[in-house]
């Protein structure tokens, strides 16, 4: 059957799409393939890796588009281009309009890098969600993967994993074991199960 196609957006490193990536080599990801990298910054490490992998990369850089409207249009053509049928938010630092979230129902995911709803929404992204959840005096974190409508990490969760926080953590050690322990380990489960579910319903459709 053919795999679902998905297209990964990224706005940094890339650890994220490196675990989807080794995901798809190892078979944890299997009825989906990366068909598209896309970045809304260039020069970032996530294109590299893609491209030494021989995947497409793409960069919409939202700084030269004029509009919100206009980026998210520009998207819009590449996944048509490129008949995409799952988007994958792996550490995409740009929050999507309702404009853009409405025309892909259940077909945009999106890994956060804490227990939704704690420390999540507008505001809420990178090293700051770490920071967030020390100052808070948590005892556990860890990560969520969910479906992304019109609100800010408001949508269906799909898996969580929670990660302990060890005395004397920093949000960069804390960050570290929460990719470690559930980032990359939530995120290719997550997307296999929905480009399962994908491939599903373009059968009994
Ligand atoms: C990850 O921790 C991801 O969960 C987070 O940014 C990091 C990106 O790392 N995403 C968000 O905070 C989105 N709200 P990566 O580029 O190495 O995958």
């Given at each position: 059957?053919?795999k679902t196609r998905?297209?990964?957006?990224?706005?940094?490193?890339?650890?994220?799409?490196?675990?989807?990536?080794?995901?798809?080599?190892?078979g944890?990801?299997?009825s989906?393939e990366i068909a598209?990298?896309?970045?809304?910054?260039?020069d970032?490490?996530?294109?590299?890796?893609?491209?030494?992998?021989?995947?497409?990369?793409?960069?919409?850089?939202?700084?030269?588009?004029?509009?919100q409207?206009?980026f998210?249009?520009?998207?819009?053509?590449?996944?048509?281009q490129?008949d995409?049928?799952?988007?994958v938010l792996?550490?995409?630092?740009?929050?999507?309009?309702?404009?853009?979230?409405?025309?892909?129902?259940?077909?945009?995911?999106?890994?956060?890098?804490?227990?939704?709803?704690?420390?999540?929404?507008?505001?809420?992204?990178?090293?700051?969600?770490?920071?967030?959840?020390?100052?808070?005096?948590?005892?556990?974190?860890g990560?969520?993967?969910?479906?992304?409508?019109?609100?800010?990490?408001?949508?269906?969760?799909?898996?969580?994993?929670?990660?302990?926080?060890r005395?004397?953590?920093?949000?960069e050690?804390?960050?570290?074991?929460?990719?470690?322990?559930?980032?990359?380990?939530?995120?290719?489960?997550?997307?296999?199960?929905?480009?399962?579910?994908?491939?599903?319903?373009?059968?009994?459709?």
């Amino acid at each position: 059957m053919l795999k679902t196609r998905i297209a990964v957006l990224v706005s940094g490193s890339g650890t994220n799409l490196q675990a989807l990536i080794d995901a798809q080599e190892n078979g944890v990801l299997k009825s989906g393939e990366i068909a598209l990298v896309v970045s809304n910054k260039p020069d970032v490490y996530a294109i590299e890796r893609a491209k030494s992998y021989g995947i497409l990369t793409e960069v919409a850089d939202n700084k030269v588009c004029p509009t919100q409207h206009d980026f998210e249009e520009h998207l819009k053509v590449l996944f048509k281009q490129h008949d995409i049928e799952l988007i994958v938010l792996a550490g995409f630092m740009k929050i999507l309009s309702e404009n853009f979230t409405r025309d892909y129902p259940k077909r945009i995911i999106n890994v956060h890098p804490a227990l939704i709803p704690s420390f999540s929404g507008k505001g809420f992204y990178g090293l700051r969600v770490h920071k967030a959840a020390l100052e808070y005096g948590v005892k556990l974190t860890g990560a969520t993967v969910h479906f992304v409508n019109e609100i800010p990490d408001g949508g269906e969760i799909i898996l969580q994993k929670s990660v302990p926080v060890r005395k004397g953590d920093t949000p960069e050690t804390l960050q570290k074991r929460v990719m470690e322990q559930a980032e990359w380990k939530i995120l290719p489960k997550a997307c296999e199960m929905v480009s399962k579910e994908i491939q599903k319903r373009r059968k009994t459709s």
